[in-house]
């Protein structure tokens, strides 16, 4: 069963790989730079994280090593414990300023 | 494994820690007499056990370590903390603690309306406990650490009175000077270590008594040694702070600048003999600095007004005649001059102490005189004392100052000379201070306490010290009598069994030699004790001021000038240059260099702030920046 997903994984060239996840990633750091929507920005960040997990995951697959995706694993669950925060972090902006502007928040430096 | 020696060994330095520890903590709660008994009675356990360990002393075993515990432990270093009891340390010890008894039950008397006597007492016995360590260490490293306790306790109780500013001063001159003799001996143990690699005394001494006779590296260990001996002995040069130290209660210095503290340079060189007599250099310079302290001290005695400054430099003096028979080898002849020192000068300081207590505080003898009506038992034992310093036959210090005198003689007949005319200028003062003080008529004004006539009698709390060490000084001669009165030298057979150096000393003169020294030096000093007489006997008018006196007297009144030479010499260079570094190295380089990196550091924060926008898309762009300078850093080596 593993062999057929690692098989599977293999049948597109590396390369594919690297540039899906370069755009994966390039889109979630702009997004992150130039949107004021948290959510958004929230999303990005998730963007960033799981293209890296991608590319973690293809490396893993074509060195036969599982290192890699022993390693997704564990971006997975910071990125659960990421979102997690930083959703109530909306929901506490959303509260005090009655809108999702992440700009709002630099009233914190008062 | 603890054999009943060696807690008996154990006991005797235990008791005085326990009572400073005990007194120190409960000073406030004591009340009255209290600590003063407690400290006395501790002290006189002390010298209960010493006194057992002394009777029951085994002829077969002359040196017995007792190790109490393994202290420094460090690669090749091996120092236990242990205590090495043999002749000699037992005869410092009954002499610390024996001498410490007596003072201690006289400064229940002396010190009774002081608010902080238990403090007092405190420190009295952390300094019994100190001084044993000193004399009790069977290493240099013990024997350090008591040196340095004893250096300690004389600041503390040298400053007791510390609303003085000028005692505070005399303090800390006492302490700056030891300083200066300490650095010797902790660079004596330093090259004794890299030599033998130990510093326990009986592997030092059984390694270097196997050396060549004037090895270099003997004869730096042993002047270094000898550099700390002065400072603590004051000798030339470092002796200016002695008699400064007799701003102290006159209990202290009886105990710490007579008998016993300023004695321990003399056991640092005893202790260490064996290494002292293979430095045949050393041994010339120990009995030159001996003999010139000897007459340096008795030289600015005679024109001393102060009854506690005439004793101080009459213990300089007397401590240069110690040296002076350590520098001609002569080891039991110093340690038994230690001996008869401790009782008469002892009791010279505490008959002082009845003086000026009889006198309100009083220091000064051109205001005295006539006491000798009033104060019967001071000026009795003062009396005995004053004879036996001067050295008159039979008392005691006849025999030791003889056998000093005559074992110079075999070596030095100049030193002899010298050591003799200082003998009789000893007399002399020592007789003036005894006509003005007791003799002739009260010419004080006495501003005497609330209540009280005229001048009275001590309490019997401190005369009774006076009395046992009165006799102490008439008898404690026959501890060593010379073989030419019939005598067998005891203390010197005694000695011999603790160290290899002490015993084969002093050339033997023939007898008849012996006796015309001894008809010489004594016809001498009765001559100057009569011209005294003459001068002093029934004087009834004070003295000029040194202004009026001819050149030399002016001199030697003002000390030889030596506390103005050393200020010339160390303290105004010192200032100048502190003054000058002041003005460079501080106001121009290190302040504009402190406060101009603050300055920096709040302008950069100052334009830095700026960054703190608030934005976090700014932050999380100046994050992406970072990551990708790191990154090309990284990729391309730039």
């Given at each position: 069963m593993m062999e057929n997903v690692m098989t599977a994984i293999r049948l597109v060239p590396l390369d594919h790989y690297l540039i899906l996840s370069f755009l994966l990633f390039s889109i979630g750091m702009v997004g992150a730079l130039v949107r004021r929507?948290?959510?958004?920005?929230?999303?990005?960040?998730?963007?960033?994280?799981?293209?890296?997990?991608?590319?973690?995951v293809a490396f893993s697959a074509y060195h036969s090593d599982p290192g890699g995706q022993i390693m997704v694993f564990f971006i997975m669950l910071v990125a659960a414990a990421e979102v997690t925060v930083g959703l109530a972090i909306l929901v506490l902006l959303k509260r005090n300023t009655n809108g999702v502007d992440m700009n709002q928040l630099n009233r914190l430096k008062w | 494994m603890v054999s009943a020696l060696d807690l008996h060994v154990l006991m005797v330095p235990a008791f005085p820690l326990l009572g400073a520890v005990v007194i120190g903590a409960m000073r406030r709660k004591l009340k009255g007499n209290t600590a003063g008994i407690l400290g006395t009675a501790l002290i006189a356990l002390s010298f209960v056990v010493s006194a057992i360990l002394f009777l029951?002393?085994?002829?077969?075993?002359?040196?017995?370590?007792?190790?109490?515990?393994?202290?420094?432990?460090?690669?090749?270093?091996?120092?236990?903390?242990?205590?090495?009891?043999?002749?000699?340390?037992?005869?410092?010890?009954?002499?610390?603690?024996?001498?410490?008894?007596?003072i201690h039950i006289y400064s229940i008397g002396y010190m009774h309306d002081d608010p902080r006597v238990a403090t007092f007492f405190a420190q009295l016995n952390l300094f019994s406990f100190s001084m044993l360590l000193l004399v009790m260490g069977s290493n240099f490293l013990v024997t350090f650490i008591g040196w340095e306790g004893v250096g300690l306790c004389s600041y503390l109780l040298i400053g007791f009175w510390y609303t003085t500013p000028e005692f505070n001063y005399a303090g800390r001159k006492a302490f700056v000077m030891n300083r200066i003799g300490d650095i010797g001996m902790v660079l004596a143990m330093a090259l004794m270590f890299y030599q033998f690699g130990t510093l326990n005394y009986v592997d030092v001494m059984k390694q270097g008594g196997m050396m060549a006779t004037g090895n270099p590296l003997i004869v730096t260990a042993t002047l270094l040694l000898f550099l700390g001996a002065t400072g603590k002995s004051a000798q030339l040069p470092l002796l200016t702070w002695l008699p400064d130290a007799m701003a102290g209660p006159t209990p202290v210095s009886a105990l710490i600048h007579a008998a016993t503290m300023v004695t321990a340079g003399i056991f640092l060189v005893v202790r260490s003999s064996v290494l002292f007599q293979l430095a045949p250099y050393t041994q010339d310079i120990i009995l030159w600095v001996g003999v010139a302290t000897a007459l340096f001290g008795a030289t600015v005695g005679l024109f001393q007004n102060d009854i506690k400054k005439v004793l101080a430099y009459s213990t300089v003096s007397q401590l240069g005649y110690m040296f002076a028979a350590l520098g001609v080898g002569a080891y039991s002849a110093g340690m038994f001059h230690v001996t008869t020192h401790a009782f008469f000068k002892a009791l010279l300081f505490l008959g002082a102490g009845s003086v000026i207590h009889a006198l309100g505080g009083e220091q000064d003898i051109r205001k005295m005189g006539g006491l000798k009506g009033v104060t019967k038992t001071t000026y009795m034992t003062f009396l005995v004392a004053t004879v036996a310093i001067a050295g008159i036959p039979p008392l005691s210090g006849f025999f030791s100052k003889d056998g000093i005198l005559a074992s110079t003689f075999a070596e030095s007949p100049l030193a002899y000379g010298v050591l003799v005319f200082a003998a009789m200028l000893t007399a002399f003062y020592m007789f003036r201070l005894l006509f003005l003080t007791f003799f002739g008529t009260y010419r004080g004004t006495a501003h005497l306490p609330a209540g009280q006539a005229g001048p009275h009698e001590s309490p019997k709390v401190m005369t009774v010290p006076l009395m046992v060490l009165a006799v102490l000084s008439v008898i404690g001669g026959a501890l060593n009598i010379p073989h030419i009165f019939g005598g067998h030298d005891w203390l010197k057979t005694f000695l011999a069994t603790a160290a290899d150096g002490i015993g084969m000393?002093?050339?033997?003169?023939?007898?008849?030699?012996?006796?015309?020294?001894?008809?010489?030096?004594?016809?001498?000093?009765?001559?100057?004790?009569?011209?005294?007489?003459?001068?002093?006997?029934?004087?009834?008018?004070?003295?000029?001021?040194?202004?009026?006196?001819?050149?030399?007297?002016?001199?030697?009144?003002?000390?030889?000038?030596?506390?103005?030479?050393?200020?010339?010499?160390?303290?105004?260079?010192?200032?100048?240059?502190?003054?000058h570094f002041f003005g460079i190295g501080e106001e121009k380089i290190a302040v504009p260099a402190t406060v101009g990196t603050g300055k920096a550091a709040l302008g950069l924060g100052e334009w830095l702030r700026k960054v703190q926008t608030g934005n976090t898309s700014f932050y999380l762009f100046g994050m992406m920046v970072g990551v990708v300078v790191l990154l090309i850093i990284t990729l391309f080596g730039v």
């Open positions: 929507n948290i959510i958004i920005v929230i999303m990005c960040l998730e963007l960033m994280l799981n293209s890296v997990n991608l590319l973690l | 029951h002393r085994g002829a077969d075993e002359p040196t017995h370590i007792t190790t109490l515990f393994n202290w420094i432990h460090v690669g090749a270093m091996d120092i236990p903390f242990a205590f090495q009891l043999d002749a000699l340390s037992l005869w410092m010890m009954l002499i610390v603690t024996g001498i410490g008894t007596l000393e002093r050339l033997e003169l023939s007898a008849s030699t012996e006796w015309m020294l001894m008809a010489l030096s004594t016809s001498l000093v009765l001559l100057t004790i009569w011209y005294t007489w003459t001068l002093f006997g029934k004087k009834t008018t004070l003295d000029g001021e040194p202004a009026d006196m001819p050149f030399l007297k002016r001199l030697i009144a003002k000390r030889w000038m030596l506390d103005e030479l050393y200020a010339w010499l160390f303290e105004k260079p010192y200032s100048w240059i502190s003054r």
